[in-house]
């Protein structure tokens, strides 16, 4: 079975500043999907990024990014200029491919400090 | 365009009586999920259905039953509750029947078996 860990139960960061998440997991398949939902105090899952393990390259989306390694199955979140309404519970999570059973990790929650 | 809507969003039951849950995509994704969230933990996958009659079981389905009633709409029901069952419920949607999509999830149900 697939195992996703966060190894990070809280973090906090000044505005503006640049924090990184972890996430490392463990699997014995060849691809496979890699994700990071946001979970506001609103409850609402976002998804924030997305990574196919396929693809060497590391996925970006504006002010969020990842390092993926996928030897070492590490699957890291960058979030540069911090910002306050990134306070929330930030998940990690695994897809097998071609699967509909998502694995979550337990969170990290992420406080921005003004 | 509501996207993934869930309803109640907040339930009070005695131990032993049964409810359903409901929710509703207006996206014509085909596949649809449940999870439940515990303190501490992340998202657990109860039941999915990869397109509309079919369902099948994830991580946690003990204690739950599904219906995926049409395209849009998929029930989760709760036969005789327990207060192991105290949890936040939520529903998702993705486009694709394999998974490999992101997962658009609802707002939540807060679930209390007292």
């Known amino acids: 079975a697939q195992t996703v860990t966060q190894s990070q139960p809280e973090m906090s960061v000044q505005e503006a500043e640049t924090v990184t998440l972890s996430c490392t997991y463990d699997?014995?398949?060849?691809?496979?999907?890699l994700f990071w939902y946001k979970q506001p105090p609103s409850r609402q899952m976002i998804l924030v990024i997305r990574?196919?393990?396929?693809?060497?390259q590391n996925a970006t989306e504006n002010r969020f990014s990842v390092n993926f390694q996928k030897a070492a199955k590490s699957f890291s979140l960058k979030i540069s200029d911090s910002q306050l309404g990134d306070t929330a519970m930030y998940f990690c999570?695994?897809?097998?491919?071609?699967?509909?059973?998502?694995?979550f990790g337990a969170g990290t929650r992420l406080t921005v400090k003004p | 365009n509501a996207g993934v809507t869930q309803t109640p969003k907040f339930q009070v039951l005695k131990t032993g009586q049964s409810m359903t849950l409901q929710c509703a995509q207006d996206?014509?994704?085909?596949?649809m999920y449940w999870y439940r969230q515990d303190p501490g933990m992340g998202l657990r996958l109860i039941y999915y259905?990869?397109?509309?009659?079919?369902?099948d079981k994830g991580e946690v389905p003990n204690g739950y039953n599904v219906s995926r009633l049409n395209k849009r709409e998929f029930s989760l029901r709760l036969e005789s509750a327990a207060p192991s069952q105290t949890s936040v419920y939520f529903c998702?949607?993705?486009?694709?029947?394999?998974?490999?999509?992101?997962?658009?999830f609802g707002p939540g149900t807060r679930l209390l078996v007292l």
């Open positions: 998702a949607s993705s486009p694709a029947s394999s998974g490999k999509e992101t997962q658009y």
């Open positions: 699997t014995s398949e060849n691809n496979y999907y």
């Open positions: 990574q196919e393990a396929y693809k060497q």
């Open positions: 999570a695994f897809m097998k491919l071609n699967n509909n059973d998502m694995r």
């Open positions: 996206m014509n994704h085909n596949s």
């Open positions: 259905s990869a397109s509309e009659g079919t369902t």
